[in-house]
Nanobody
Framework: QVYLVQSGGGLVQPGGPLSLSCAASGLNFKIYTMTWYRQAPEKERELVANITQTGATNLPDSVKGRFTVSRDNVRNTLYLHINNVKPEDTAKYYC?????????WGRGTQVTVSS
């Protein structure tokens, strides 16, 4: 069974940094592309970053320059680091991967940006 356990998030002031983690188990983590999504209230789910097994990253223009995705294949952990958080980053963030044809999701972690 694949598990994705998320941590991090919470309330953060605008302009600050924020890091999220996603610890994976039940799969050979290093060979899988891992993805971060977010969903704000009353908005569609949005892909914010993914990282392939080779470490290649893909981020939409809307977050490029502020978001960084990385992975630690020894700790089987995926990371998302956000610089200069903005109120529009307020959302629930999810990590996900596809393993043997099935999509697995973390439970999500809430990020609220407010002063």
């Amino acid at each position: 069974q694949v598990y994705l356990v998320q941590s991090g998030g919470g309330l953060v002031q605008p302009g600050g940094p924020l890091s999220l983690s996603c610890a994976a188990s039940g799969l050979n983590f290093k060979i899988y592309t891992m993805t971060w999504y977010r969903q704000a209230p009353e908005k569609e789910r949005e892909l914010v970053a993914n990282i392939t097994q080779t470490g290649a990253t893909n981020l939409p223009d809307s977050v490029k320059g502020r978001f960084t995705v990385s992975r630690d294949n020894v700790r089987n952990t995926l990371y998302l680091h956000i610089n200069n958080v903005k109120p529009e980053d307020t959302a629930k963030y999810y990590c996900t991967t596809v393993h043997r044809g099935r999509t697995y999701w973390g439970r999500g972690t809430q990020v609220t940006v407010s002063s």
